[in-house]
C-alpha cells in the first residue's frame, strides 16, 4: 500500500488579516522605537508591550499554521503546526470513517479538544475522517482524499 499524505494552509482570508495585523504591530513597534511616541516613551512601552506581543502571536498564527496527515500501513502521523503531533501505530486504531463536517459540528475551526479526550483539526467544512484510538481517544482531520487515506493505513473503514 503506497503511503498518502496531506497538508492544509488556513484560508487566504485568514492569512491576509494575519498579514494586515502583522502590518499594524511593526507599524504601532516603529512609531515607538523610532521616538515617534515622544515624551510619553515610558507610558507607551508600559501599555502597549503585552497587547502588542499578544497581538503579534495572533497575527502569526494564521501565517504559520498548518494541518498535515500523514497515513500509511505502519500508522496515522496527524500534526497541528506548530501546536500539535499526534502518532498513532495501526494497532492502536479502533476504527476509521469518512463524515461530512461543517465548523459547528466541532465547534470552529483551527485546533479544537474533543470531550473524550483528543483533537478536531479543521481549517473548513468538507470530508474529515474520524478516527478511534483503542484508548477511547477520537481525531478529527479534514481530508481531500479520505478514501486513499483509508486504503492508505489498511483498516477497514466503518
Known sequence: MTPHHESFRPPAIWRLCGVALLAVV??????????????????????????????????????????????????IVLRYLPFVT????????????????DLATYGGFGLRRLSGGGFAMLFDAGPVLRITATDGKGYVVRSA???????????PAA
Request: hydrophobic share 60%.
Open 26 to 75: 511593526l507599524a504601532a513597534a516603529a512609531w515607538f522605537a523610532f521616538g515617534l511616541a515622544g515624551e510619553v516613551r515610558t507610558v507607551v512601552l508600559l501599555v502597549c508591550a503585552v497587547p502588542g506581543l499578544l497581538l503579534l502571536a495572533v497575527a502569526l498564527l494564521p501565517l504559520l499554521s498548518r494541518i498535515r496527515s500523514s497515513y500509511s500501513p505502519d500508522g
Open 86 to 101: 499526534v502518532r498513532l501505530a495501526r494497532d492502536e486504531v479502533a476504527r476509521i470513517e469518512r463524515v461530512d463536517a
Open 145 to 155: 482524499a479520505p478514501e486513499q487515506a483509508v486504503a492508505a493505513i489498511g483498516v
